[in-house]
T-cell receptor
Framework: DAGVIQSPRHEVTEMGQEVTLRCKPI?????LFWYRQTMMRGLELLIY????????DSGMPEDRFSAKMPNASFSTLKIQPSEPRDSAVYFCASFKRGGSYEQYFGPGTRLTVT | AQRVTQPEKLLSVFKGAPVELKCNYSYSGSPELFWYVQYSRQRLQLLLRHISRESIKGFTADLNKGETSFHLKKPFAQEEDSAMYYC?????????????FGDGTTLTVKP
């Protein structure tokens, strides 16, 4: 397995533009997590899904952020409109309940909003 | 509510010196504790979990339920240990997929 795949790896956009981040979890994993990492706030859980259903989105900072998981192999995190304070590294992670105890992280998307 | 605290944002030691990264947690049930490591510009990866009681790359961590701590230790730090370390807690049982992460500690091992 190629592990958790995220795209793009880097994204530079202007304030006000829509940004879509993509994630493909490990096949067979039933949990998917979106995290945001910044120097100031560390690693923050934004939202997570279980069997494609959003379970907890309390970490989503504002209505500008939305996430979907239309099927077991794909999820998106969208920011519309983007702002400079959204600049961060966004990680996706997947987990299989009853399997390995580890959350498997993707390589991250480094987002810069100018 | 569960909470993980890593009191040191930055930690710097010299090569060969002992290192301890602190982690305290608050949780009323039975937790699973983990340490994740992130080397420069790489993905987070699991370093060790308390249940396995193993040593990985010379690191060990003991769960102290009395002090609600799970400190990560290594007797002789190496330069390649320089990384960001996250302590994480997961509830055993329902919603077992979700973990709570601390804010992370950046370890720098100087030559």
């Amino acid at each position: 397995d190629a592990g958790v795949i995220q795209s793009p790896r880097h994204e530079v956009t202007e304030m006000g533009q829509e940004v879509t981040l993509r994630c493909k979890p490990i096949s067979g994993h039933d949990y998917l997590f979106w995290y945001r990492q910044t120097m100031m706030r560390g690693l923050e859980l934004l939202i997570y899904f279980n069997n494609n259903v959003p379970i907890d989105d309390s970490g989503m900072p504002e209505d500008r952020f939305s996430a979907k998981m239309p099927n077991a192999s794909f999820s998106t995190l969208k920011i519309q409109p983007s702002e400079p304070r959204d600049s961060a590294v966004y990680f996706c992670a997947s987990f299989k309940r009853g399997g390995s105890y580890e959350q498997y992280f993707g390589p991250g998307t480094r987002l810069t909003v100018t | 509510a569960q909470r993980v605290t890593q009191p040191e944002k930055l930690l710097s030691v010299f090569k060969g010196a002992p290192v301890e990264l602190k982690c305290n947690y608050s949780y009323s049930g039975s937790p699973e504790l983990f340490w994740y490591v992130q080397y420069s510009r790489q993905r987070l990866q699991l370093l060790l979990r308390h249940i396995s009681r193993e040593s990985i790359k010379g690191f060990t961590a003991d769960l102290n339920k009395g002090e609600t701590s799970f400190h990560l230790k290594k007797p002789f730090a190496q330069e390649e240990d320089s990384a960001m370390y996250y302590c994480a807690l997961r509830k055993v049982g329902t919603n077992a997929g979700k973990s709570t992460f601390g804010d992370g500690t950046t370890l720098t091992v100087k030559p």
